[in-house]
């Protein structure tokens, strides 16, 4: 189904709700984006530990979204997507160094975001809207990739993972940006306690979000916040006051902190009389990283393997979207959806045209949010490693072209992204092709994605016949932007950020010899 097609399917239905919105004032958006956070980590989708209570009475305050999909299963690409509107394989977050491999942004990559990519917050500003980032960005780290440059008006949060300690000879550890000037690096000025696992920094995510809204709130001034905490990425943190809370170690302790922080933020909301005009939009960057468990990771409920799969657990996110007085309390819609519509969802509950030069795969969700009995028909999710499409689903089906968890080296080194859960034929540890004969699963009756249909019984041809015209046009139709995460070099790490000179942190340089990045899996 073409692009054209989807945008059609969903104008007969939008026009109604983008004409009402135009005549009102535009909201506030804050989209809340966790690290590594899983499906089944909310009391609300099932998750026992209780660790939730301000999620989950958000969920039953708004919309639940249980058929919500990220845009690949790794960090870098699924962010650039959100804040694109595009795949990663359209805007360029994806390598070809290798067939169907992840890739993202460590410190020695080259790339980042093409300056071709119309960024969020770069459209909302012509509605007048101020933007910030607080949080990871990922997008790369180099100078000309950072937020400032890409639309957002202000930062709080680092350019990479917070992986360390690093002795800053060999690798830099990775610098805290206030705006455009780091303050500080993480384990030296900003601590994480690898052994404990104590840090203040969701509480310091916390200040910098609060702080941003209550200034905009008393200017009057419509806002974009995109609160990015990362707590529940390994190495996983929680400050003081809730280590040692929860029934799931540290990992459950930083999803407790991150839910009081999400409880402050919309408690604050209410307190400035704002909640009515502000919409708000709670989701996961991929599914939780089943290599870190069961220490330092999530889980994904009922859903095959995590992060780094395309599988079930590795794409589908909890989602929630919550606007008092806009979207009914206590809803739950199992439409189709991803997080590269909340680009296009956000322009149009600002009351702007999406850019018309470029394909968009985002899709307007306003007629599903607002009115619950709205869906958008038909509407597939691509499941994409590197630019290799490995899946779609359609409706309740999902049709593998391609299987594949990692190297059958990695996994004896004990490199596991599906622990427990091995599927014979369907979790392989080769790159094994299905594109004649795909294995298709009722995602219904089989949400683990266990018992693929019978290649011989009619519903598998009567799915299949759905399915293949759909591929067959995505791929005809799609233009592959330049991939940006082949090249590597260590002279381009953060040795020497802006803002070091003031603060005597800037490290040597070592000379410039660029290769080929190597993505294991």
């Not at 509950?349 to 394909?359: M, W």
């Not at 089906?397 to 034929?425: I, M, R």
């Not at 019984?457 to 330049?482: C, F, M, N, W």
Request: aromatic share 10%; charged share 20%; glycine share 8%.
């Amino acid at each position: 189904m073409s692009g054209t097609v989807l945008a059609f399917l969903c104008a007969l239905t939008c026009v109604s709700w983008s004409e009402k919105l135009v005549d009102a004032s535009p909201p506030n958006i804050i989209i809340m984006l966790m690290d590594d956070m899983g499906w089944g980590d909310l009391g609300v989708l099932g998750q026992p530990s209780k660790e939730t209570p301000n999620l989950d009475a958000m969920a039953a305050q708004g919309m639940l979204l249980p058929n919500f999909y990220t845009a690949n299963p790794l960090c870098s690409p699924s962010r650039a997507a959100l804040l694109t509107g595009r795949l990663p394989v359209r805007n360029g977050f994806y390598t070809t160094n290798g067939h169907a491999r992840n890739a993202y942004t460590p410190q020695e990559i080259v790339g980042g975001i093409s300056r071709d990519e119309i960024l969020l917050p770069q459209m909302l500003k012509k509605k007048g809207y101020i933007s910030k980032i607080v949080g990871k960005w990922h997008l790369g780290h180099r100078a000309q990739y950072l937020p400032l440059k890409k639309g957002f008006d202000e930062w709080f949060g680092a350019p990479n993972c917070h992986f360390g300690p690093y002795n800053n000879s060999g690798r830099p550890n990775i610098p805290v940006y206030n705006n455009s000037e780091m303050v500080g690096r993480y384990y030296e000025e900003f601590k994480i306690d690898r052994k404990t696992g104590e840090s203040n920094l969701t509480q310091i995510y916390l200040q910098e979000g609060l702080d941003f809204i209550r200034r905009q709130s008393l200017a009057r001034q419509a806002f974009f916040l995109y609160w990015a905490a990362d707590a529940t990425h390994a190495p996983v943190y929680a400050s003081r006051r809730f280590l040692g809370k929860s029934r799931r170690g540290r990992y459950g302790d930083a999803v407790m902190e991150l839910d009081y922080s999400l409880g402050r933020i919309l408690s604050t909301l209410r307190s400035l009389a704002i909640e009515n005009s502000t919409f708000v939009f709670f989701t996961s960057d991929n599914g939780a990283a089943l290599t870190s468990a069961p220490n330092e990771s999530g889980s994904n409920g009922p859903f095959l393997c995590g992060k780094e799969t395309t599988y079930e657990g590795g794409m589908r996110e909890p989602a929630i979207a919550w606007w008092p007085g806009r979207i009914a309390a206590g809803t739950v819609n199992f439409q189709l959806s991803n997080v590269m519509d909340l680009y296009t969802t956000s322009l149009s509950l600002a009351g702007i045209s999406p850019p018309d030069d470029r394909a968009l795969d985002g899709l307007d969700l306003t007629p599903v949010l607002l009115n619950s009995s709205q869906a958008l028909q038909n509407r597939p999710i691509f499941y994409y490693r590197g630019n290799q499409l490995m899946a779609l689903r359609l409706g309740q089906y999902k049709a593998h072209y391609w299987t594949w968890t990692n190297s059958l080296d990695e996994f004896k080194k004990g490199v596991n992204f599906c622990p427990g859960q091995e599927v014979p034929g369907v979790t392989t540890h080769e790159q094994k092709e299905h594109t004649m004969q795909p294995l298709i699963f009722h995602l219904g009756r089989d949400p683990g994605e266990k018992f693929p249909l019978s290649v011989l019984s009619e519903e598998y041809q009567d799915a299949l016949r759905r399915i293949s015209p759909v591929v067959e046009q995505h791929k005809k139709t799609l233009v592959a932007g330049i991939p940006q995460l082949n090249m590597c070099d260590l002279a381009v790490m953060n040795w020497a950020p802006a803002g070091c000179e003031k603060l005597g942190k800037c490290l040597d340089v070592p000379e410039s010899s660029p290769w080929k990045c190597e993505w294991p899996h």
